[in-house]
């Protein structure tokens, strides 16, 4: 009786030690096939994210573009990576985005930035991670839609973006949220400048330096030929009122 009883819990455990077995093997395939797959997807990833130097085709999913980058459209076009692609040197545009930007036109709200004049939103705006960002000089027929130019962005019709670290030629429109530095077109639109604006209509909500054209707006006046701004606006403190008292 004593023996029967060994020999089943014997078979119990050797039984259960054998299916224990089969799933760690299972596991263990399911793992190693997991982290095969990781490894290349990742392989694949860093391939399609390298350097890229001399020239190379635009939209590139590269993280840095060294000397030229043509192409159709920037790389801003492609929006699944969670880093920025840079392209340093001379980048051609052709045809560009900017036909398609004119859509956009009356839908940029930049009041919308300074709703709170007690918080500064465009230096939150400059913490937000930017698609594409081009160090050098940026050509194109119909304009472009880079996030940041630090040098010259230069078209025939329009650009648009975040943010301009330098000079920006186009011939009908520039329209940014920031401008350091100087804006020449038929219109220029902005939601800051530092610098100046030259063209038929300037705007801007918040301005250090000069407007020059034919109607120049900014917030603290509206002036025709010449407008200028070097103060920032005084804001008033908002008193809360005081509760009722019993």
């Not at 010259?152 to 429109?173: A, C, D, P, R, V």
Request: hydrophobic share 40%; aromatic share 12%.
């Amino acid at each position: 009786m004593l023996r029967n009883a060994k020999r089943f819990i014997y078979v119990t455990v050797m039984c259960n030690t054998e299916r224990m077995k089969r799933i760690l093997i299972i596991l263990l395939i399911l793992f190693s096939a997991t982290f095969s797959f990781s490894q290349s997807d990742s392989l694949e990833f860093d391939k399609k994210a390298k350097d890229r130097f001399v020239i190379w085709l635009i939209p590139s999913a590269s993280k840095n573009i060294y000397g030229i980058a043509i192409g159709p459209v920037g790389s801003e076009a492609i929006c699944n990576r969670h880093y920025t692609k840079y392209s340093h040197g001379l980048n051609l545009q052709i045809p560009g985005q900017g036909f398609f930007q004119t859509f956009y036109i009356n839908k940029m709200r930049f009041k919308d930035f300074y709703a709170n004049e007690n918080s500064d939103s465009l230096s939150l705006q400059n913490t937000f991670p930017k698609r594409a960002i081009h160090n050098g000089l940026i050509i194109s027929p119909l304009g472009t839609f880079t996030d940041q130019v630090n040098g010259i962005s230069f078209s025939l019709w329009m650009s648009m973006g975040k943010k301009i670290n330098g000079l920006s030629f186009n011939l009908l429109w520039n329209l940014y949220k920031q401008i350091n530095g100087i804006t020449i077109g038929f219109v220029n639109h902005t939601a800051a400048t530092k610098g100046l604006q030259i063209g038929f209509v300037n705007k801007t909500i918040k301005l250090k330096g000069f407007q020059i054209g034919l109607w120049n707006k900014n917030e603290k006046r509206s002036l025709p030929l010449i407008n200028w701004n070097f103060k920032d606006k005084k804001v008033q403190p908002i008193t809360a009122p005081m509760p009722n008292s019993l």
